[in-house]
Nanobody, 124 residues
Framework: VQLQASGGGLVQAGGSLRLSCAAS????????TGWFRQAPGKEREFVAA????????SYSDSVKGRFTISRDNAKNTVFLQMNSLKPEDTAVYYC??????????????????WGKGTQVTVSS
C-alpha cells in the first residue's frame, strides 16, 4: 500500500481544513486507516482512525468533536475534516494504514504503512 497525504496549509485559529490521503494498492479497502501528527520537538501522536468499512472510528481526546475521519473506498481515499482549529494543532500530518482491525488508540508509529506528511499551520 502506498499513501500520499495532501490538503495541508496555513489557516487562522477557528478555521477549517480538509486533508486527503490517496492510496494505491488493491488491498487498501481492507485496511484500517489513520491520521497521525508530529509537531516540532514532539513525538508523533495518534489523531484519528477508521475501520476498513468506514463503520467504526476512533479519535484522540485532543481532537474529538472537532475532527472527523471518513473514507471513500471506491476512490481509495481517506479524509480528515478539521474544524475549530487551534494553534496547538500545528504539525505535520501523516496518513497510515494497517491490515489489523481498528483499535481505539494507536501509539505514535502504530500502523504498518506510512505516507509522506502534509504541513498544517494554525496561526493565532
Amino acid at each position: 500500500v502506498q499513501l500520499q497525504a495532501s490538503g495541508g496549509g496555513l489557516v487562522q485559529a477557528g478555521g477549517s481544513l480538509r486533508l486527503s490521503c490517496a492510496a494505491s494498492g488493491r488491498t487498501f479497502s481492507s485496511y484500517a486507516t489513520g491520521w497521525f501528527r508530529q509537531a516540532p520537538g514532539k513525538e508523533r501522536e495518534f489523531v484519528a482512525a477508521i475501520s476498513w468499512s468506514g463503520g467504526s472510528t476512533s479519535y484522540s481526546d485532543s481532537v474529538k468533536g472537532r475532527f472527523t475521519i471518513s473514507r471513500d473506498n471506491a476512490k481509495n481515499t481517506v479524509f480528515l475534516q478539521m474544524n475549530s482549529l487551534k494553534p496547538e494543532d500545528t504539525a505535520v500530518y501523516y496518513c497510515a494504514a494497517d491490515p489489523l482491525p481498528l483499535k481505539s488508540y494507536y501509539r505514535g508509529y502504530g500502523m504498518d504503512y506510512w505516507g509522506k506528511g502534509t504541513q498544517v499551520t494554525v496561526s493565532s
